[in-house]
């Protein structure tokens, strides 16, 4: 024998790793949706449709169930089925992406390596793929089933040379034993004659059976979750107008839609869209911004101001973060040496504490909505999975609150974000080949992570530390607002002057004060309480007017029988239509207040605003005949339009008229008279009476909560809920102090509408 013989040997790989790649590169259904998706996204289709068909009628082994895949990219035409998809890591589009990194409507290519295609093996054992390309006059079909390799899992079944199934066929060992049916046929699917104008002649369609998990209606919902981030709810142009990221963006015109059995599935919510509204409308910092590598700078626009700040200046070089990674002994970096390339964000930080202010506070609901975010991460508009997901903490913010006073991190659930890169600025910022994640070899990864912290912590301990700052002076102003009395009993009760027996009065009364100023303060802390009675008083206006419209059906079902059998009893129907008339009256008037509740509060729209004046005018106009207060309402020729809610005009609206009928009845007031007067052109409402007006020594806490100068019958809550309804609501309320713009002599205030449009 000799031993210095050789000869070249062949690589044959056995059939299952195409479903091995498929089970092992991929993590799991949702993630090989959404590469099937890209792979649509790369095609240039300007739609894509996700349908479950079969799933509820499916049996336990998911058998009959499938999953179909349909878009109107620009197809496949045969050079491409044959060199390019049905030879695996094929290196078209690397090619395509160092030649032209662009698809045709200018979209930078997501795929690479060519392996994305695996995802249908971690989907189904089966696959049909139907796909037409742009002017060709037929349609190929492709059909895989590999369905052989779930029967035969263990090693033993791979060691003959041929396997053989049930009905006795030759099932193949290796890949290159796989046969495919590549089928031409005239346009079936792709013929231009879809009834909802969805495909027209050209796309590729998926249909994927034998599916190896079942689908629910939560796994669905999930998944949709998943494909509805693909692209950013902030989309990178809306970031800066005056920064651009070359290659940046994402394009509105992929739509991704869901469907069961054809019809389409009501999965598109207004969850992002309330999002969206809380980043403007509750949001504390609304921060937009870039890195430039170039310039080692971070340029920032926090709430409309602008701002730049480098890596050497002290405030960012003065963070423990900064401190940690740059000056480590064993790890030394250099801020001009770091390898990520230039990005920009987007944050939105939120208040998520129980003492908020009014303007910033969430509800439960709201908060929730928040803590579903994170910071997500995108690549040339399309998301990097798994960056943003709510379990997920990849910049370790809460790692980093639990190192530090938590006074000096911004935690992880109450700031949303959106970081934008991209390939052309961050060649190193390399795609797991998993999909799961950026590459985290090198420094690459680091420099990217360490520098997203360290414009989080300055932010932090620039703005958030102010407002925060700001806040609590907030609350030590009210707190003194209470020291000058204490500081006076202290006084009174030092003085040398004072008698035993007074001192004992004087002792008596700051006891007294201190356990109203408690009770206050408990008032004041039960406040949300309130919103629990409103339920109730809401639940119980419901059942009342249940109950009057049903005595009313009633009382006039009775009318009707008296007036036909006993039409000589006059005395009878005129009370039974007193009845009905006093009955008629309840039912109006609750039904008109309706709106102030919960449940049928909605998202803000166009109202007319007059309309609203008139409805509360109506409801007030029995008090008003009663105290002989004259009503005069004018409206310009342009008729006021406000973008608000049916509860906040209400309630804004009725503190104003019940606030104008008490002062004007309590004073006596000769001809009393209430005059509001609303103007389209300059978008306001003015409401005014000519009662005594509001005292110089009220008028800077009239707004406040629990401040009345009605003593004993006030509240104090009614113009303090009228201007935290505005605030929410993208109005405000004032009162008018100056004399000269005054249009009765007493209260006078201004409602200015900040979001009003002329046209629905």
């Known amino acids: 024998m000799t031993f210095n013989e050789s000869e070249f040997v062949g690589i044959r790989p056995y059939a299952r790793l195409l479903t091995m790649l498929g089970e092992q590169l991929i993590k799991n259904d949702r993630i090989a949706l959404v590469e099937l998706i890209k792979n649509s996204y790369d095609a240039d289709a300007g739609r894509v449709c996700v349908d479950f068909t079969g799933v509820k009628q499916a049996s336990v082994d998911h058998k009959g169930s499938r999953l179909i895949l349909t878009d109107n990219g620009k197809g496949m035409s045969e050079t491409v089925i044959k060199e390019h998809w049905l030879n695996p890591a094929t290196p078209g589009k690397e090619e395509q992406k160092r030649q032209n990194p662009r698809t045709e409507l200018g979209r930078v290519v997501q795929g690479e390596k060519g392996i994305g295609r695996f995802a249908i093996f971690k989907l189904g054992s089966t696959a049909t793929i139907i796909t037409r390309s742009r002017d060709c006059d037929e349609e190929f079909v492709l059909e895989y089933d590999l369905s052989f390799l779930d029967r035969n899992t263990g090693d033993e079944a791979f060691s003959l040379k041929l396997q053989q199934d049930t009905s006795g066929i030759s099932v193949p060992k290796f890949i290159d034993e796989i046969q495919v049916r590549l089928t031409r046929r005239a346009p079936s699917v792709f013929d231009g004659t879809s009834a909802d104008g969805l495909y027209s002649d050209h796309g590729t369609r998926i249909e994927i059976s034998g599916l190896r998990s079942s689908w629910t209606e939560k796994s669905i919902r999930r998944a949709y979750a998943e494909v509805a981030r693909l692209q950013p709810l902030v989309p990178v142009d809306e970031v800066s107008k005056k920064q651009k990221t070359s290659g940046s963006g994402s394009e509105p015109d992929f739509v991704i839609m869901f469907s069961e059995d054809g019809d389409p599935l009501p999965l598109k919510t207004e969850r992002d869209q309330h999002l969206k509204r809380l980043f403007d409308e509750r949001s504390v910092l609304r921060v937009s911004g870039s890195y430039s590598d170039a310039d080692q700078e971070f340029s920032l626009d926090i709430n409309g101001q602008d701002s730049a700040v480098s890596l050497i200046d002290p405030d960012i070089a003065g963070l423990s973060i900064y401190k940690k990674y740059f000056g480590d002994p064993k790890n030394p970096r250099s801020p001009e040496k ?153 006084r009174i009760l030092n003085s040398p002057e004072l008698t035993a027996s007074l001192r004992k009065e004087v002792t008596k009364l700051n006891r007294a004060y201190k356990v109203e100023r408690r009770m206050q303060e408990t008032r004041a802390n039960r406040t949300e309480d309130l919103a629990g009675v409103g339920l109730s008083v809401e639940a119980a206006s419901h059942d009342i007017v249940a109950t009057a419209n049903q005595a009313l059906r009633h009382a006039r079902s009775v009318e009707e029988y008296v007036a036909a059998l006993l039409p000589e009893e006059e005395q009878l129907l005129g009370d039974l239509s007193s009845l009905i008339e006093s009955l008629s009256f309840v039912t109006s008037r609750l039904q008109d207040i309706q709106g102030l509740f919960v449940s049928t509060r909605q998202r803000r729209r166009l109202l007319v605003l007059n309309e609203y004046v008139e409805r509360v005018a109506k409801i007030y106009s029995s008090l008003l005949a009663k105290s002989g207060t004259t009503l005069n309402i004018t409206v310009d020729d342009h008729p006021l339009k406000v973008k608000s809610t049916d509860a906040a005009l209400l309630q804004v609206l009725i503190n104003l008229f019940d606030n104008a009928i008490y002062w004007l009845t309590a004073a006596n007031t000769l001809d009393p008279q209430i005059e509001i007067r609303i103007n389209g052109d300059s978008e306001e409402l003015w409401f005014a009476d000519n009662g005594p007006g509001v005292r110089d020594s009220d008028a800077p806490y009239i707004f406040e909560p629990f401040y009345s100068g009605k003593g004993e019958e006030g509240k104090g809550l009614g113009l303090y809920i009228a201007r935290q309804v505005g605030a929410r609501s993208g109005f405000r309320i004032d009162l008018m102090s100056d004399e000269s713009r005054k249009i009765l002599p007493g209260a006078n205030f201004l409602i200015m509408f900040g979001e009003v449009s002329g046209d629905e």
């Open 338 to 490: 770091l390898e990520c390339g230039s990005f920009e964000f987007r944050f939105f930080v939120f208040d998520i504490s129980a003492g908020a202010p009014v303007e910033h506070k969430l509800d439960r609901d709201e908060r929730g909505r928040v803590k579903e975010h994170r910071i997500y991460l995108y690549r040339d508009g399309v998301r990097v999975l798994p960056y943003g997901d709510a379990e997920d903490d990849w910049l370790q913010l809460d790692v980093i609150r639990g190192t530090q006073k938590s006074s000096k991190v911004l935690s992880n659930d109450q700031t949303v974000g959106f970081v934008y890169i991209t390939q052309e600025n961050n060649p190193a910022l390399k795609d797991k080949t998993n999909r799961e994640g950026l590459l985290e070899t090198g420094h690459a990864f680091d420099d990217f992570v360490t520098l997203l912290q360290l414009v989080i912590s300055y932010i932090r301990a620039g703005e958030f530390a102010r407002y925060l700052a700001n806040e609590e002076k907030i609350r030590e102003s009210k707190e003194q607002a209470r020291r000058p009395v204490e500081t006076g009993f202290e």
